[in-house]
C-alpha cells in the first residue's frame, strides 16, 4: 500500500454526535493536509501540519473541528456536535518536501442525519 | 475557508480539440501554482505544477500558462479525449513544498463525441 488512505471510507452520523476520521499518510511524508469539499464543490483547506512544526490550523471552520497528528504518521480529524453543515466528504493529502506534489487519499464521505 | 477563485464551472469540448480551462488566483505572493484533476468519487490527482518565476510549463498533452500580471492561472489540453472528462482545480501556495496550498472551486470538463 503506498498510497494515501483514510478510514472509514463513509460514516453516518446523528447530529450532535462526535466523529474522528483518521488519515494514514504516504511513509516519509513529512506535510499533511486535511481539506473538506461539499457536493459539487471546491477543497476547503482545514489544517496543514508539517513536520514537527506547530499546524497551521487557519481553515478549522469552528473550535467544533480539531485535528492531530502523531509525529510524522498517522492524522486524526475529530468534529465535535456534528452539524447537518458538516456533511461533506473529507479529504487528506500528504507529500514531502523534496517536491511538495500532493497525493491525496480516497476521502471520507460524512453524512449528518 | 480560504478560496482561489475560479469562474467557470462547466465547459463542454467536442473529443479532439483542444480545452483551456482558466483560474484567477487572489494572492500576488503566491509562489507556486498546481492544476489537479478529480474524477467522480476519487481524490485530486497532480496533473502539472508551475513556480512563479516561469510563464509556461509543458507537460504531456498539458500545458500551464502563468500570468503574474493580471494573477491568471490556465490549463490547456491537447487533444482532449474522454478520459479527460472530470473537474480540473487550480491551487496556489506560498512556497512549494512548505506551506498551506489553497484551492479553487474547480471546472468541470464534459467531453462530446
Known amino acids: 500500500g503506498a498510497g494515501v488512505s483514510q478510514s472509514p471510507s463513509n460514516k453516518v452520523t446523528e447530529k450532535g454526535k462526535d466523529v474522528e476520521l483518521r488519515c494514514d499518510p504516504i511513509s516519509g511524508h513529512t506535510a499533511l493536509y486535511w481539506y473538506r469539499q461539499r457536493l459539487g464543490q471546491g477543497l476547503e483547506f482545514l489544517i496543514y501540519f508539517q513536520g514537527n512544526s506547530a499546524p497551521d490550523k487557519s481553515g478549522l471552520p469552528s473550535d467544533r473541528f480539531s485535528a492531530e497528528r502523531t509525529g510524522e504518521s498517522v492524522s486524526t480529524l475529530t468534529i465535535q456536535r456534528t452539524q447537518q453543515e458538516d456533511s461533506a466528504v473529507y479529504l487528506c493529502?500528504?507529500?514531502?518536501?523534496?517536491?511538495?506534489?500532493?497525493?491525496f487519499g480516497p476521502g471520507t464521505r460524512l453524512t449528518v442525519t | 475557508g480560504e478560496s482561489v477563485g475560479l469562474h467557470l464551472p462547466t465547459l463542454s469540448v467536442q473529443e479532439g480539440d483542444n480545452s483551456i480551462i482558466n483560474c484567477a488566483y487572489s494572492n500576488s505572493a503566491s509562489d507556486y501554482f498546481i492544476w489537479y484533476k478529480q474524477e467522480s468519487g476519487k481524490g485530486p490527482q497532480f496533473i502539472i505544477d508551475?513556480?512563479?518565476?516561469?510563464d509556461k510549463r509543458q507537460g504531456q498533452r498539458v500545458t500551464v500558462l502563468l500570468n503574474k500580471t493580471v494573477k491568471h492561472l490556465s490549463l490547456q489540453i491537447a487533444a482532449t479525449q474522454p478520459g479527460d472528462s472530470a473537474v480540473y482545480f487550480c491551487a496556489e501556495s506560498l512556497y512549494s513544498s512548505a506551506s498551506k496550498i489553497i484551492f479553487g472551486s474547480g471546472t468541470r470538463l464534459s467531453i462530446r463525441p
Open positions: 508551475i513556480r512563479s518565476n516561469m
Open positions: 493529502a500528504s507529500s514531502s518536501v523534496r517536491d511538495g506534489e500532493q497525493y
